[in-house]
């Protein structure tokens, strides 16, 4: 399994276990750096730094792929992803994101 | 005698220097470099690695993510959660400095002031850890 298809992976299991969650996904082949936008940023922590089970991720990643990079951000990040190479919404994702909109 | 933690300093405040002028592109630049020479720093006096250490196992790799897997498998050793913002801080930062320096997009005052509360952040967790 190479990088790209752990990232991918482990995309697939956070939107199964967090089914109002999005992820979208971006490879920087010059920094060779992983970039993972999660939404909504309710899913990070109160300090919108870091979600339940990263430390085990990150933590398998830099011991896997010692020569990589990753982050996991949110909307509040200010950045911007241009080349996306796969996204995955949960199955409730739109639902809720819905809801939002509707409560707001 | 390392002059590192000088560069590091002189980095931080050249950060300060430039983001009051309005320059945030560059502001961002600063910020970063204050964190790895610190980094670097931090390698050669506490871990006692020598320049050629550092070029022969960044070798064939980025040199970046190389410095920042080394510490966290370094924060590692005493807490994982210290592990885990630490990456995480100098990621982003990383991403920062990538769009500031390289990417054709406009750099806001509001992303050069976030820089420099992630870099105080970073420089924190290093200082602690390595009471420097």
Known sequence: MNASEFIIRTIENLTEENPYIKCVYEYDNFDLTHYVKITPKEFFDINGELFTGEEGILKEFVSRFPKEGLLFFSEDDEIELDNPIYKREGIYYQKALNSHKNVS | ?132
């Open chain 2, 1 to 132: 005698m390392f002059v590192l933690k000088i560069k590091s300093e002189e980095s931080y405040k050249a950060g300060e220097i430039l983001q009051n002028n309005s320059l945030f592109a560059s502001s961002i630049h600063a910020y970063y470099y204050s964190c790895l020479q610190l980094m670097l720093y931090i390698l050669m006096k506490i871990f006692g690695k020598t320049q050629e250490d550092i070029d022969e196992e960044s070798k064939n790799k980025s040199f970046h993510n190389w410095i920042i897997n080394i510490f966290h498998s370094e924060f590692l050793k005493n807490d994982g959660l210290r592990a885990t913002r630490f990456y995480t801080k100098i990621q982003k930062l990383k991403k920062y400095r990538i769009d500031a320096d390289y990417k054709n997009v406009e750099i806001s005052e509001s992303k050069s002031i976030t820089a420099c509360n992630i870099t105080n952040e970073i420089l924190k967790l290093l200082q602690e850890d390595y009471l420097i």
